[in-house]
């Protein structure tokens, strides 16, 4: 037991002592993501999953920009949103973040793969950004240094070249990356898997970009004058709301707001019969509950949207109305304004055929119906009992 303590104690402190950079060793930052998945910023529907958001991160490197060079920024791919409208409105709103934050290499891996080309190809050209894959189209690999050191970032994994820091950006799974690929010093995987710190396999330091961005990862080189790295550390920089944003990536991402705004109003199919009455017909007859409920979050959850400039915004609605995306439910605060909030209908059912005979039960209010929105990316902190004693009327 003593050996393994000691043992833990000198890893830590090799992983965390302070790197001497005298005359002839070097240090590099590598900073990174990887496996963003079109996340912009964070829902902040709770504030233990507010963290991440290109705005901090921009905000952060410029704050640090000096205390951190030399650097490379690096994103290691599967980066962008899905391929539908909203999707590629973060694809675009994405790279123009990414080259305002002045990215070193962006590469395209499985998720941009299942994007048009020509619309990837243009939205890159457009905002700067060095794009690394394996086609003829774009750059195969990367060749660049930092303060003397020569470096190769790539794609391909026969791409390595003799004397240079050669860095992989891959996003296949761990196991088969530990097990197969030799010869790179740095290999920085996309795929979405968590690291808690580098692994080092066959001589090579692994790392992993954090799932939606959540956390910048900063690895720090100690190389020796030909470019050998001889030692290494690691943290992770959690974008939380103590970082401040980036007025201009936040100026992007309003723009994206009132792009997604737009793309939502042109679709304006509306239902002319409706299953939902809304909480104003059922107070008519039950007063007391609809007061108890108006004292809930449940009846301010459009205004909080509205705030944030999200109450546009299909992908954060759902939740946050009555009925949404069914014929007859909240569509927008204009067409459809009292079927806002989360109200009496979206626990206790539509209300039409309530209404025609009252006699007629309603479904029973039970636990899967509030997990429908009370989700673990979305609401962390729900538990049933304690919940449903703070809503209860
Ligand atoms: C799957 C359902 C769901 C979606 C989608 C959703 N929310 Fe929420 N949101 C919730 C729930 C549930 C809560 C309450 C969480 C809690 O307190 O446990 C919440 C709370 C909030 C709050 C109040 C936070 C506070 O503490 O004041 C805001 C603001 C918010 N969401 C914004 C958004 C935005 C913006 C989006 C879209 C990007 C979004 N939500 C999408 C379910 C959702
Ligand atoms: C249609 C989506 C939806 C359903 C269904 C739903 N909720 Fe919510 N709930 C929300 C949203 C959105 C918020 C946050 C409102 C805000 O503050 O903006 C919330 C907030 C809450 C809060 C306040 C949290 C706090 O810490 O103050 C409680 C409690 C809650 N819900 C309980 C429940 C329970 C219990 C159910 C099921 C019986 C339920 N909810 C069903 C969407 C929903
Ligand atoms: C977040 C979910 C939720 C919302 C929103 C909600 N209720 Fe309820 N309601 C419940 C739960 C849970 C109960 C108690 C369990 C049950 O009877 O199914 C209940 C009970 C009731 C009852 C009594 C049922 C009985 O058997 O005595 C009435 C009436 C009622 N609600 C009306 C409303 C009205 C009207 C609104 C809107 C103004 C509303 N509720 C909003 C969850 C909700
Ligand atoms: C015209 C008056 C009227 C309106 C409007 C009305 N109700 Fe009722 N509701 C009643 C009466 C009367 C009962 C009692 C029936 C009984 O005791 O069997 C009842 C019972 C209920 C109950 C408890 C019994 C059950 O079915 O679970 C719930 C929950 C409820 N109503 C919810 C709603 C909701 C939600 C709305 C709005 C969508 C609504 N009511 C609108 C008259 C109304």
Request: glycine share 10%; charged share 25%; hydrophobic share 35%.
């Amino acid at each position: 037991m003593k050996i393994r303590v000691l043992l833990i104690n000198l890893l830590l402190l090799t992983l965390f002592s302070p790197l001497p950079a005298n005359g002839k060793e070097r240090v590099l930052n590598i900073l990174y993501t990887g496996s963003l998945q079109g996340e912009l910023e964070p829902c902040g529907c709770s504030p233990k999953i507010d963290i991440g958001g290109v705005a901090r991160l921009s905000g952060y490197l410029k704050e640090n920009r000096k205390g951190l060079s030399p650097y490379l920024l690096i994103d290691a791919g599967n980066f962008s949103g899905d391929d539908t409208p909203q999707g590629r409105l973060k694809t675009e709103t994405l790279l123009r973040a990414y080259g305002i934050i002045g990215y070193d290499a962006v590469a395209f891996r499985e998720r941009e793969a299942a994007l048009p080309e020509d619309f990837l190809s243009q939205v890159s050209k457009q905002n700067k950004i060095r794009v690394i894959i394996d086609s003829p189209h774009y750059t195969k690999s990367l060749l660049t240094s930092r303060d003397k050191v020569n470096i190769n970032i790539g794609t391909n994994t026969d791409g390595h070249e003799k004397g240079r820091l050669n860095i992989l950006l891959s996003d296949a799974p761990l196991s088969d990356v530990e097990k197969g690929i030799k010869e790179w010093d740095v290999i920085i995987l996309s795929s979405g898997e968590e690291l808690e710190g580098p692994l080092k396999s066959n001589g090579t330091i692994i790392v992993s970009g954090s799932l939606k961005g959540k956390k910048l990862g900063i690895l720090t080189l100690q190389l020796d004058k030909s470019g050998n790295i001889r030692n290494y550390r690691h943290r992770w920089l959690p974008l939380g709301s103590d970082i401040k944003e980036d007025p201009v990536v936040r100026g992007i991402l309003n723009d994206y707001d009132s792009r997604v705004a737009r793309l939502f109003q042109e679709d304006t199919a509306l239902a002319a019969e409706t299953d939902y009455l809304g909480a104003q017909k059922c107070a008519e007859c039950h007063q007391p509950y609809a007061e108890s409920w108006k004292k809930t979050r449940h009846a301010a959850a459009f205004a909080h949207l509205e705030q944030t400039g999200k109450s546009l915004d299909p992908e954060c609605v759902g939740c946050h109305s009555t009925g949404f995306g069914e014929t007859g439910g909240f569509h927008n605060i204009k067409s459809t304004p009292g079927l806002a909030d989360v109200q009496c209908e979206e626990c206790h059912g539509a209300g039409r055929g309530h209404l025609a005979d009252p006699e007629k039960p309603l479904r029973p209010v039970k636990e899967s119906v509030c997990l429908k929105c009370h989700t673990k990316d979305r609401s962390p902190d729900f538990n049933y009992p304690v919940y449903l004693e703070k809503i209860k009327h």
